[in-house]
């Protein structure tokens, strides 16, 4: 069986803040609370619950953002990358298309420049652009053509991990299924494994393999995604199940 490309082990997080307004004593407020799962080489893993529930913070662990944890955060591959679900806010405005995809190419130091420019175009044909998108700029694009970028921009240096952050949950119907569809593509071509963050179960039945759901930093309940939809053991995701039927 494959490794597994990001292990977490009995990660907790803390925070400090200060007991009754800002001259009360410092105390040191637990967030996570004992997380363990693992994903899988080509695997989508979605990330369920409510807002306040963790996710935030333990993408932030897995990014290596937190300062204050306890446990293992084991990467077997290069960083995750980060797709948001507002894809303007992600975007640098001041720049082109063509900008925004050839820096993280840049950064990595890897290709020429003729290579990094190639690789561009190359890249957003395969997101269903083409290479007239490459000197224009966000605001010249719809929701979807830049969600399509972001991925653009996730991929493009070939990670193994892929966060999704809420990534389709700013657009409409139509654009939605476009947008997993071409997740999916793109899982097909580079073997990617996502961590898929969402609200919308209905969309997490039609993408993931399996299902971590969080509530108050805990993970109450994990599986494959058929088996959890079937037959939900924890109340809280029947509540959540219930909510989106």
Known sequence: MDKPILEIKNLSSFYERRAGGIFGEKERVQILHDISFSILPGETLALVGESGSGKTTLCKAILGMLKDYTGQVIHRSQRPQMVFQDPFSSLNPAHTIGWILEEPLRLQGKLSKQERKAAVVEMLE???????????????????????????????????????????????????????????????????????????????????????????????????VQRIYANPQHEYTKQLLKAAQ
Not at 179 to 196: A, D, K, P
Not at 205 to 214: G, Q, S, T
């Open 126 to 224: 395969q997101v269903g652009l083409g290479a007239d998108y490459v000197n224009r700029k966000p605001d010249e694009l719809s929701g979807g053509q830049r969600q399509r970028v972001a991925i653009a921009a996730a991929v493009i240096t070939r990670p193994a991990l892929v966060i999704a952050d809420e990534p389709v949950s700013a657009l409409d119907v139509t654009i939605q299924a476009q947008i997993l569809e071409l997740l999916r593509s793109m899982q097909r071509r580079y073997g990617l494994s996502y961590l898929f963050i969402s609200h919308d179960l209905n969309v997490v039945y039609e993408l993931c393999d399996r299902v971590l759901v969080m509530r108050d930093g805990r993970i109450v309940e994990q599986g494959d």
